[in-house]
């Protein structure tokens, strides 16, 4: 009978604030010695990269960093981890926002933290981390040796697909409760969204192009630029996609990766593949976009 080499679990801390990060270690170290942390990084662009190199078991992902944020590299990781593959990582979130805010995040199944770390609060996290990745690691077992347990009725490529959309709903919820902490922080007088934008201006060279909002097709980010398509050509804008989106109407044009956004109207149509993303084809226009899982919700039959 094939034996399985026992490993230790594996954790990636995130956090910009390298005392804090640091301090997180410890207490790690102390109330959970056999787990292993494989790195510790201080942006989420890091983090990313990072957690799909080493596949750990669980990152602790502070959600305020510099650049790409917690929440931002939880969707990308979701959106470039492998499919068929292992198991997403468990996601515990650390941030400063206050008890009273934290009830936002509460009904989601991932764990959160708040700065500065609780130990109580946090051996509380390492118990649940524990009994999440134990009853994983049975259910693998189960499925290796071919044992019908509830765990492993499904196959492994159908309970990791399982998973996947279950990690895609608590990032949707995280994100929607997010959004709302971060609307209720805004200071009194500050308008809930800025003025929608109705012309793009595109500089080249000393020449500016007015483009009219409703003839583009789609933007993407492209390094530090955003790319502006039209159906009869493109131009290249110095904003950022995530200083774009607020003044742009969700209800016309919708996020479908976290650097394209599309006018809805101008999709043709949508083909979902078995990895979960959607190949989307436009309407007049040869470009085909690709919507990753954590927007294929938005392409569901009426």
Request: glycine share 4%; charged share 25%.
């Amino acid at each position: 009978m094939k034996m399985n080499t026992p490993t230790h679990p594996t954790a990636l801390i995130a956090d910009d604030e390298p005392l804090l990060a640091e301090g997180l270690q410890t207490d790690l170290a102390a109330l959970w010695p056999e787990l292993e942390v494989a790195a510790t990084v201080h942006d989420g662009a890091s983090a990313l990269e990072q957690a799909l190199a080493l596949r750990p078991d669980v990152c602790f992902l502070d959600i305020r960093m510099p650049g790409m944020d917690g929440l931002e590299a939880a969707r990308a990781l979701v959106e470039d981890w492998p499919q068929p593959g292992p198991a997403l990582p468990l996601l515990v979130f650390v941030t400063a926002y206050d008890q009273h805010a934290l009830a936002a995040f509460e009904a989601q199944a991932v764990d959160y933290l708040v700065k500065p770390v609780d130990r109580e609060r946090l051996g509380r996290s390492v118990a649940r981390l524990k009994g999440l990745l134990a009853r994983a690691r049975d259910a693998t077992q189960a499925n290796e040796a071919g044992e019908p347990s509830e765990a492993s009725k499904a196959p492994g490529s159908l309970a990791a697909t399982k998973l996947l959309e279950q990690t895609l709903e608590q990032l949707r919820g995280l994100a929607a409760s997010s959004a709302a902490l971060a609307s209720a922080s805004r200071p009194t007088g500050t308008p809930a969204a800025q003025e929608r934008l109705a012309v793009v201006q595109a500089q080249v060279g000393s020449t500016v192009h007015l483009v009219p909002v409703e003839e583009v097709l789609y933007f993407e980010a492209a390094d530090k630029y955003v790319r502006v398509v039209t159906a009869e050509r493109e131009h290249l804008i110095r904003l950022s996609l995530r200083e774009l989106l607020p003044r742009l109407d969700p209800a016309v044009f919708w996020q479908v990766h976290r650097s394209t956004v599309v006018q809805a109207r101008c999709i043709a149509s949508a083909q979902r593949e078995d990895s979960g993303i959607v190949r989307l084809r436009l309407r007049g226009h040869k470009d085909v976009l690709t919507a990753s899982r954590l927007y294929a919700h938005l392409f569901r039959g009426m």
